[in-house]
């Protein structure tokens, strides 16, 4: 059912749209305005038609019918005679905003302009299927509310902003999920950066059993695609966040102790929280003793060949440590007098009133916001127990950094005979994660595969393959994991035996 509150897909045509269902709220799709009050309580799936700014619940066949049945297909006939010279159509525009204003429908208008159409009779089936698509995308105000799924919330945004997922395609991200062992009652770290579309797709696969440790970069993980699932609460329960800068200090006694001291202390004794920054920068350990370096600098352009923290560092911000360094004094002062001054004094409540916001001192001091916190920091120590115990069961990157320092910073957190897979849109940089794991040891069955995909047209007299494809969906590197021989268990193995001459008279 369309419930108030979660998030649905609007389909108009062949395009989607992500909007969360509100009551009063006003949506704008493809040159269309309308609100979702009548849909609230109506089967997902159904079809209305736009009118009036508001919806109306119409039979799923409705409209023109835009594809020809096999009696109606003809094979021998072309469309050699017809020439288009834009004077084949007897209705000018005026006649159509005209019939628009007098409030014919869709419908109609689509039956004027085929009736007034010169060689319509005289196009194959196929190409008055098309004329009656292309009129009805434009004069059919008819919207489909469907289920978010992984496969329409993947394909919608490889149509609309494909950067934003990685250019991650539906087809790579099954094989990950395949390759991967996604089952339920499984404990996988997830690394994502195409906004929560594959810790969505792994938890849809877990259905909230078992333990999932998501690995994000920035003060909070970002999960819009995920939001978008509508899972339960109890769902959330099974997800631990971790921050990617701490996984320097992840397999390091003294710099967890030291850690978990300043994680402690950052709350002070009359409720002042010091900020992220300085605990950041109080936990991190030296540069000079860091080996996993995962920040946006490196980028993914071009492969790394270092292995230490201190050299994965990009050239542009050792550039800008002096500019940093001369803007710090102003910028401190910029955010002191935003701390101290007032939040905005009037925020709009629920019924339209006005309510005052407290000033940013005493706000800081909520106690709700400090048991948010304390909460936040406390998932985050069960993460790292977690991974710390090494016994996880898969591992999925699909990030926009350098996939090397993370790979080599996760393994050990996985048990052997463990699968994972590593996605990069571009080659080298799993070239290089590919050269780094076959010469540290550890993992078996490593495979750099490009996944290739080409849609079908498959319709009565004209299969044939899609006229447009995507060029690539990206490169996947996957392997299992083993354990290693310690050197205890070399030097207590046996040496070989040495072969004997025999002696021949």
Request: glycine share 6%; charged share 30%.
């Amino acid at each position: 059912m369309i419930a108030e509150g979660e998030q649905v897909l609007i389909q108009k045509a062949n395009v989607f749209r992500l909007v969360k269902v509100e009551r009063r709220k006003k949506i704008f799709t493809e040159k269309l305005q309308f609100f979702l009050d009548n849909a609230i309580g109506l089967p997902l799936g159904s079809k209305f038609e736009v009118r009036n700014k508001q919806l109306f619940q119409v039979p799923h066949d409705s409209g023109v019918d835009q594809v020809p049945s096999e009696a109606e297909v003809d094979t021998d006939k072309n469309n050699e005679k017809i020439q288009d010279d834009n004077r084949s159509q007897k209705l000018t525009k005026e006649d159509l905003k005209e019939m628009a204003k007098q409030g014919a429908k869709g419908e109609e208008i689509i039956e004027q302009l085929v009736q007034n159409n010169a060689n319509f009779k005289e196009k194959t089936s196929f190409s008055q299927a098309k004329y009656l698509r292309k009129k009805g995308k434009k004069y059919l105000n008819y919207i489909t509310i469907l289920r978010p799924t992984l496969r329409l919330l993947c394909n919608m945004y490889m149509a609309k902003s494909p950067s934003k997922i990685c250019h991650l395609r539906v087809d790579t991200l099954s094989q990950m999920l395949t390759v991967g062992n996604i089952h339920a009652h499984s404990k996988v770290i997830v690394v994502d950066s195409c906004q929560g579309l594959v810790l969505g797709a792994v938890m849809e696969r877990m259905a909230g059993l078992g333990t999932l440790v998501q690995v994000y970069h920035g003060d909070f993980p970002f999960r819009h695609v995920y939001d978008a699932f509508n899972f339960p609460a109890s769902f959330d329960e099974t997800m631990l966040p971790f921050p990617m800068n701490q996984l320097n200090c992840l397999h390091s006694p003294q710099s967890i102790k030291d850690g978990l001291q300043h994680d402690e202390s950052a709350v002070t004794s009359n409720g002042e929280e010091s900020t992220g920054l300085d605990v950041m920068k109080d936990t991190e350990p030296n540069v000079e003793d860091q080996k996993v370096e995962v920040t946006p600098e490196d980028s993914i352009s071009a492969p790394r060949t270092d292995l230490s923290f201190a050299e994965g560092v990009s050239d542009s911000k050792e550039k800008n440590e002096s500019s940093t360094t001369a803007k710090a004094s102003s910028s401190d002062t910029e955010v002191n007098m935003e701390r101290e001054g007032d939040l905005p004094t009037e925020a709009p409540n629920a019924d339209g009133s006005t309510r005052k916001r407290p000033p940013w001192k005493e706000y800081k001091k909520d106690p709700a916001r400090l048991e948010r916190q304390r909460e936040r920091k406390e998932r985050i120590e069960q993460a790292r127990t977690v991974l710390q115990q090494g016994n996880m069961d898969g591992l999925l990157i699909a990030c926009k950094f350098h996939p090397s320092p993370l790979v080599e910073a996760l393994l050990p957190c996985l048990a052997p005979s463990r699968t994972f897979a590593v996605y990069c849109q571009h080659r080298e940089p799993l070239v290089d994660c590919y050269t780094r794991l076959r010469g540290r040891g550890g993992v078996l069955n490593l495979q750099l595969t490009e996944t290739w995909l080409r849609n079908f047209q498959v319709l009565p007299g004209r299969s044939r393959p899609d006229m447009q494809m995507s060029g690539t969906g990206g490169y996947l590197l996957s392997g299992i994991t083993v354990a290693m021989e310690t050197e205890t268990t070399s030097s207590t193995t046996e040496p070989p035996m040495k072969k004997v001459k025999l002696e021949t008279d």
